[in-house]
């Protein structure tokens, strides 16, 4: 009897480690996306400069566009001067080709806005490269570690798994059947005396129940926790 509850004393050991085990399987995906998704918002800041600066470089060929035919009007009317015969004439043409002038320097002066505008994204989108760069440097090293843990952990599992079933061939069935079917985490099963407590929960033991569990003769619950109690080598 003996033998069999410090076997089950190991027996919860390995299943400690298959529960930490599978607790990182659940919990490495979660931690991916979400270094994935820093390394996307991080990105973002600098798309949106992007594609304000793609349509400011719109609003510059419009505005080119525009000074040209707006240069060409003035031509058009500067040549008519030649053909003016009288001084209303004159007038009506001179008020005209100041309506070209400010046409074209309204166009101009958008042009001049779009420059300005560009330059300015440019040197956003410059410092948001180098942010962006630097988070998906770090997010990334970190991804492909978790990855690499992720993907040998199987062969982990596989391993701890083997241990287990070994461990578990060398308890009696009807003390393993026990523990198996006891409810609450695997790690708080079986608990070794420590100081004349629990090992688990601390709480001390009557002197009776202490020499009971020291004898082994039948299974002994702590009356807190209800850990099957056991005397190892520490619990003197
Ligand atoms: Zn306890």
Known sequence: MREGLLQLLKLQEVDK?????????????AEIDERQAEIDAAG???QEMEAEKAEWERKQRQSELDIESAKANLKE???RFSVVTN?????????????????LAEHESLLLT?????????EGIEGEKN????????QQERIDELQKQLDSMQELVDG?????????????????TI???RRGPRSKRVSAVRKGSCGTCFRQLPPQQRSEVRRCERIINCENCGAIMVWDEDSE
């Open 17 to 29: 480690e298959l529960e930490s085990l599978e607790e990182s399987k659940d919990k490495y995906p």
């Open 44 to 46: 973002q800041a600098m």
């Open 77 to 79: 009317h500067e040549e």
């Open 87 to 103: 001084n209303k004439e004159y007038d009506a043409l001179q008020m005209e080709i100041e309506a070209c002038k400010t046409a």
């Open 114 to 122: 779009s420059l300005e505008s560009i330059q300015n994204l440019e």
């Open 131 to 138: 942010a962006f760069e630097e988070t998906r440097q770090t």
């Open 160 to 176: 701890v798994e083997a241990r287990r079933t070994e461990v578990a061939g060398t308890i009696e069935k009807r003390l393993l």
């Open 179 to 181: 523990y198996e079917r």
